[in-house]
C-alpha cells in the first residue's frame, strides 16, 4: 500500500506557473505508475497525466500537452507536475494518483481513472485571469 501527499498547488495568475509535488510512503514507490487528475466545482474528474514505473513512457490530455510536464524521482519517492502558461480553466483541485498494474503501460489505459488504485487529497490550483 502506498500514501500520496500532495503540495505546491495556491493561486496564480493566467500565464504563470506552478510545479506540484506528491510525495509517496513505501519503498516500493517504482514498483507504481503514476499519474495526476484534477477535479473542477460541478465537474468530473479528469485524467492530468501519467508516467510509467521509470518514466520511459507519460502521456498527456491534450489540451495540456506542451503546457504540463510529469516526472518522477523515484530516489525521493516524488513525482511531479511541472504546469506552465496557466489558464482559469486550469483551475481545480490536483491529485496524485498510485497504479498497482504497472506493466506494459499504455494508452487507454494509463489514462482511465479506475487503473488508478490510490489517490491523495489533492491541492488546489486557482488560476486568476
Known amino acids: 500500500q502506498v500514501q500520496l501527499l500532495e503540495s505546491g498547488g495556491g493561486l496564480v495568475q493566467a500565464g504563470g506557473s506552478l510545479r506540484l509535488s506528491c510525495a509517496a510512503s513505501g519503498r516500493t514507490f517504482s514498483s507504481y505508475a503514476m499519474g495526476w487528475f484534477r477535479q473542477a466545482p460541478g465537474k468530473e474528474r479528469e485524467f492530468v497525466a501519467s508516467?510509467?514505473?521509470?518514466?520511459?513512457?507519460?502521456y498527456y490530455k491534450d489540451s495540456m500537452k506542451g503546457r504540463f510536464t510529469i516526472s518522477r524521482d523515484n530516489a525521493k519517492n516524488a513525482v511531479y507536475l511541472q504546469m506552465n502558461s496557466l489558464k482559469p480553466e486550469d483551475t481545480a483541485v490536483y491529485l496524485c494518483a498510485a497504479a498497482e498494474d504497472a506493466s506494459r503501460w499504455y494508452l487507454p489505459k494509463a489514462r482511465l481513472d479506475r487503473t488508478f488504485d490510490y489517490w491523495g487529497q489533492g491541492t488546489q490550483v486557482t488560476v486568476s485571469s
Open positions: 508516467i510509467s514505473r521509470y518514466g520511459i513512457n507519460t
